[in-house]
């Protein structure tokens, strides 16, 4: 199933309110961390799956990329994005990630940041990635932690009075189809381990180059709840590229 609940009218305006939304990449709590594994972009074609509002785009492009293309199933999305993250070597293309078809070795660096949870088939998405991406290529995604998707809900316990007991880690190794909550809107993601992300890519050829559990930067600390997130990873960085 390819969901497009990023064109719902309720769900993308409480989606345009979140902080990464408002104050790009200063605004995600993950970014001090993924910038350090981003290659230099001098020069490079780099394709953006599920390029959302196009922050990372603009990023790419203004550190040098020769071209960059954003894809993503939502319109909505690519729409701010055109208005957001202009630039002449940026091109918007509307399409889900499962559907897109580039030439072989089409791409230097291939980005995607918290999009691939949405994804059925990882394992396909990975054998087209490792297909576009040219010899020495990268590859750089951010997705929610598995410790984060397990049981689905994607929310704390809660005592009598609503103070945070726990978080809910359950169903670990059933990988699939969750029903998680999001902005107070139902969501369809798709779990899956550790193991599986990390071996998908192996077992595609690529190599490993850095692993990531990003923890909230300190200068974010006194965002209300933002010191919680320290109980329990919500996010998994991976860096990993193509042999030459």
């Known amino acids: 199933m390819k969901e497009n609940k990023y064109d719902d009218e309720q769900f993308f305006n409480k989606y345009s309110e979140m902080g990464r939304s408002k104050q790009g990449l200063k605004g995600a709590g993950e970014w001090s ?22 922050w990372h785009c603009l990023y790419a492009a203004e550190n040098g990329a020769d071209s960059v293309l954003g894809t993503d199933i939502s319109q909505k999305m690519l729409q701010a994005a055109r208005e957001k993250n202009y ?18 070795g089409a791409f230097d660096v291939v980005l995607s940041s918290l999009a691939f949870h949405y994804v059925q088939d990882f394992n396909m998405v990975v054998s087209n990635i490792v ?15 598995p410790v984060f998707t397990s049981y689905g809900t994607q929310d704390w316990y809660y005592d009598e009075n609503g103070k945070i007991l726990h ?5 670990y190794y059933y990988e699939g189809e969750r029903d998680a909550v999001f902005l107070g809107e139902h969501v369809t993601k798709y779990h899956r381990t550790l193991t599986t992300y990390l071996n998908t890519l192996l077992k595609s050829g690529l190599e490993i180059r850095d692993i990531i559990e990003p923890q909230p930067p300190e200068e974010m600390m006194d965002i209300p709840g933002m010191r919680d997130e320290m109980r329990r990873p919500m996010m998994l960085i991976v860096g990993a590229y193509k042999r030459k």
Not at 87 to 93: A, R, T
Not at 131 to 145: D, K
Not at 167 to 171: E, N, S, T
Request: net charge negative.
């Open 131 to 145: 297909r576009w991406l040219a010899p020495g290529g990268q590859l750089i995604f951010s997705v929610e932690h």
């Open 167 to 171: 978080f809910p880690v359950d169903r």
């Open 33 to 54: 961390e993924l910038q350090k594994v981003l290659p230099d972009f001098e020069g490079k074609r780099v394709l953006d799956l599920g390029c959302g509002y196009g």
């Open 87 to 104: 630039h002449e070597k940026i091109e918007y293309m509307q399409g889900a990630m499962e559907d897109l078809q580039f030439d072989e």
